[in-house]
């Protein structure tokens, strides 16, 4: 008699497969502003300049060219956040203005999940726009 198989075929990837996962579904068309502060001398702040890193990345900044990326530097002791104001057509319809992220216990995949969960979950889907032959030998014209 044979155990029947109750897992997976393969292992996961880890944290960086996930990390990718996360980046590629990152969409800030919601976003106007993202305000990240931290202290440098604070003992958990790695995972929130590493988040910083990955959001300043060239891929995740063409989603949205027009949301600004703020790096306040304070020495304070004061916890890590997030910061994240919304376009206005979006917060009027979600009467959400802002979205504080208080990453000081928080891993860079965690920062991820939220901000996939709660800023790109708003933006709004893109349109897809489909050409026929007619159109192409009208435009030619």
């Known amino acids: 008699m044979s155990i029947p198989y109750s897992g997976t075929f393969r292992r996961s990837g880890g944290v960086v497969s996930a990390i990718g996962k996360q980046l590629r579904a990152v969409n800030l068309k919601a976003a106007r502003r993202i305000t990240v502060k931290f202290d440098p001398f604070s003992d ?3 995972h929130t300049r590493n988040f910083l890193h990955y959001i300043s990345s060239p891929k995740v900044a063409l989603t949205n060219p027009n949301c600004v990326l703020k790096t306040e530097i304070i020495c304070d002791r004061s916890e890590p956040t997030v910061d994240i ?16 992220l208080k990453s000081g216990n928080l891993t860079c995949l965690e920062i991820l999940q939220l901000l996939n969960k709660h800023i790109s979950a708003l933006a709004p889907p893109e349109q897809i726009v489909t050409h026929t032959k007619l ?3 009208s435009k030619k014209k």
Do not use: F, Q, Y
Not at 88 to 96: D, H, Q, V, Y
């Open 135 to 137: 159109d192409k030998k």
């Open 85 to 100: 104001s919304i376009i206005p057509s979006i917060a009027e319809s979600t009467n959400l203005k802002s979205v504080t």
């Open 44 to 46: 958990n702040v790695t």
